[in-house]
């Protein structure tokens, strides 16, 4: 066999579930781990590298919502799936608040989690604004040679915004930029990812520099931190 195209870990408390993501995602390529809920969720991650957590909301114990604040809070940037049972508009915005990349309402065909999480990739190069480079082969954020942590959603969204500078994009731009063509997302998840952005890049997120709203529209990259001078 080949090398697998990425590993998945599922954690998900529903055992038919685990079955199924597990078969067909091995049956595409991918290097699939499960667990049934997250007592061992960490242990794991310190242990194995993987490419994607997708993380049921609704678990007995700690639920995903809990653990993926948890695992962000402590600095973990894998790319999170959420999946929500309720189809609930708000457990998607939470989700994204609490430092989610991605959702999918339950049920759903197995063959979206592959879709879920892979937008545009970003190529190569490199991006300066302010004192921020922005690696783009390397997929990571640094200011003045840190490494600023983000999520890969997160990064996805600031690459589309960079490599439109000065440029007003709407919402529905955006998630085509960052996430692809045939997603679907809220205006409400960008406006959420706007706001984790806005706290990891700019000095006073309720001024911000580099990332600034157009009412009625959208959201306009200025890689100087400046407004743009207005003629007499």
């Known amino acids: 066999m080949g090398e697998a195209l990425g590993r998945i870990l599922v954690v998900d408390d529903e055992h038919d579930l685990r079955a199924l993501l597990q078969r067909y995602l091995s049956d595409q390529g991918y290097a699939v781990r499960t667990l049934d809920g997250g007592q061992r969720l960490e242990h794991l ?18 639920d995903g919502l809990s653990l993926c604040r948890r695992l962000r809070a402590q600095g973990e940037t894998i790319p999170i799936v959420m999946l929500t049972a309720r189809g609930d ?11 989610a990349d991605d959702y999918l309402p339950k049920p759903f ?10 937008g545009p ?13 922005l690696h783009l082969g390397e997929r990571r954020l640094s ?3 840190r490494d600023i942590p983000l999520t890969s959603g997160e ?12 440029r007003p994009l709407g919402r529905d731009r955006l998630i085509e930029l960052s996430r692809g063509r045939d997603h679907e997302a809220s205006d409400r998840s960008i406006d959420v990812q706007i706001m984790r952005l806005r706290r990891a890049i700019e000095d006073d997120p309720a001024q911000p520099r580099y990332i600034r709203t157009v009412w009625g529209l959208g959201y306009v990259f200025m ?10």
Do not use: K, T
């Open 155 to 166: 990064f996805a969204l600031l690459q589309a915004l960079a490599r439109h500078p000065r």
């Open 89 to 99: 508009p708000l457990d998607r915005i939470i989700g994204l608040e609490m430092g």
């Open 223 to 232: 890689p100087d931190g400046r407004a743009e001078e207005r003629q007499p």
């Open 121 to 133: 990739l970003p190529g190569d190069g490199r991006i300066g604004f302010g004192p921020f480079s």
């Open 45 to 62: 991650l310190g242990r194995e590298r993987f490419d994607v957590l997708v993380l049921d909301v609704m678990m007995p114990g700690e």
């Open 109 to 118: 065909n197995p063959r979206e989690l592959q879709g879920a999480h892979s």
């Open 143 to 145: 200011r003045d040679g």
